[in-house]
């Protein structure tokens, strides 16, 4: 693996951090923020804002109107984006939008792709993705869905509760993930404004950086024709992993970016600020957590870096993207906590960015897929690499 980044790219992430920096900060403390996100009305702003610097959705194909970047060319510019909160909604690669995108992409016929995913990188829409149930449906164990998908002459009759629907409000087609008659699992599209689709309240999170914030969503009878089926009926769950394991990444990559920011700002004020006849950096505590900062945000840019160069590579990486997720979210939760710490008062304040990020990150460790789920995953990995490798001895 060579780090050399070419010099296109590197143009690419001054222009982006430039851009995060002049256009996109001077916007984190607009009114039309709430406890669910960004307005639909800021959104829109925003993303004219990316549309007109030439950033917007660069992770969609040319064909679709995007830049065509490269897993490890995301890597480099949703750090960047990452580094404000807004960042992500102005370039369109925020999720679940785009985790959708990318599957979309790969999944989804050319008409498919013309009703739902154009407007959609072109910033015009949104999306929601519908897998996650109320006990005792699906969580961390997708196997438990009970949405239930009937076969009703040349249509799909769609019944169940989703809930931890990020972007459901507002959104303007969701994937819908149903269990099929036999046992398996199907996507559907449809869009949203249907009356069998009732969003019955939006759930009070710690986090507020997701337009739409996250819904309960019911499905009434959802009538979808077999025309707007997500790939093949029954493989819902094989297309969950097309989906997942590059989402997965690409969280790490924009909450690198926040992490990166935290670190700044305990960095910039613990050199400035004195307490007992020195600036509290030259105090030897302090220092030690800027320097374990240091060392955390480098590990997880490496895994990072690491499992996009694996998928630029064709590797499915759902190991390597398990073990990133893990220590990603744990490394830069941990850098968070410490920035709080060496801020003092000002990082349990609004005073700076940083109680902001530390109240959006918290359930990083959680969502697509908990920590605990995920060292359980992998161990059953290793197990069963070594029996191979024993058998074959």
Not at 67 to 72: A, N, Q, R, V
Not at 252 to 280: I, N, S
Request: glycine fraction near 8%; aromatic fraction near 8%.
């Amino acid at each position: 693996m060579n780090f050399e980044l070419s010099a296109e790219l590197c143009a690419l992430r001054d222009r982006t951090r430039q851009f995060i920096a002049e256009q996109v900060i001077p916007y984190e403390n607009d009114e039309r923020q709430s406890h669910h996100g960004p307005s639909e009305a800021l959104r829109r702003e925003l993303v004219a804002k990316a549309q007109a610097a030439g950033l917007l959705t660069p992770h969609a194909s040319p064909e679709m109107g995007g830049l065509g970047l490269s897993h490890i060319a995301k890597a480099v510019v949703f750090e960047e984006a990452g580094y404000s909160w807004l960042g992500p909604t102005a370039l369109n690669i925020h999720a679940p939008d785009e985790g959708n995108i990318h599957l979309m992409e790969e999944v989804a016929t050319p008409a498919q792709k013309e009703r739902w995913l154009r407007p959609q990188v072109a910033g015009q829409t949104r999306s929601c993705f519908a897998m996650t149930e109320p006990s005792p449906g699906a969580g961390a164990d997708p196997s438990m869905l009970t949405t239930t998908a009937v076969r009703d002459g040349d249509d799909y009759l769609i019944n169940g509760v989703k809930w931890f629907i990020t972007g459901a409000e507002g959104a303007d087609y969701a994937i819908i993930m149903a269990r099929m008659e036999d046992g398996s699992a199907t996507m559907f599209l449809s869009d949203m404004d249907r009356p069998e689709i009732i969003l019955e309240r939006n759930m009070d999170a710690m986090d507020a950086c997701f337009t739409g914030g996250h819904g309960v969503l019911r499905f009434d009878n959802l009538r979808i024709p077999a025309t707007d089926v997500l790939g093949e009926v029954g493989k819902g769950f094989r297309y969950a992993q097309v989906r997942l394991a590059p989402a997965r990444l690409t969280h790490c990559m924009r909450w690198l970016g926040q992490a990166r920011r935290a670190h700044d700002a305990a960095l910039a004020y613990t050199r400035r600020r004195q307490a007992f006849g020195k600036p509290l950096a030259e105090h030897e505590g302090v220092g030690f957590m800027l320097a374990d900062n240091d060392m955390d945000l480098h590990t997880a840019r490496l895994h990072i870096w690491h499992t996009a160069w694996l998928l630029d590579q064709g590797e499915k990486c759902n190991f390597e993207s398990s073990r990133a997720k893990v220590v990603c979210s744990e490394a830069q939760w941990r850098v968070v906590d410490r920035s709080v710490q060496m801020l003092g008062g000002q990082g349990v304040t609004g005073e700076s960015p940083v109680m902001r990020i530390f109240t959006d990150m918290r359930a990083f460790r959680i969502y697509d897929g908990p920590s605990e789920v995920h060292r359980w995953s992998m161990a059953r990995k290793l197990v069963h690499m070594a029996d191979k490798a024993a058998e074959g001895a």
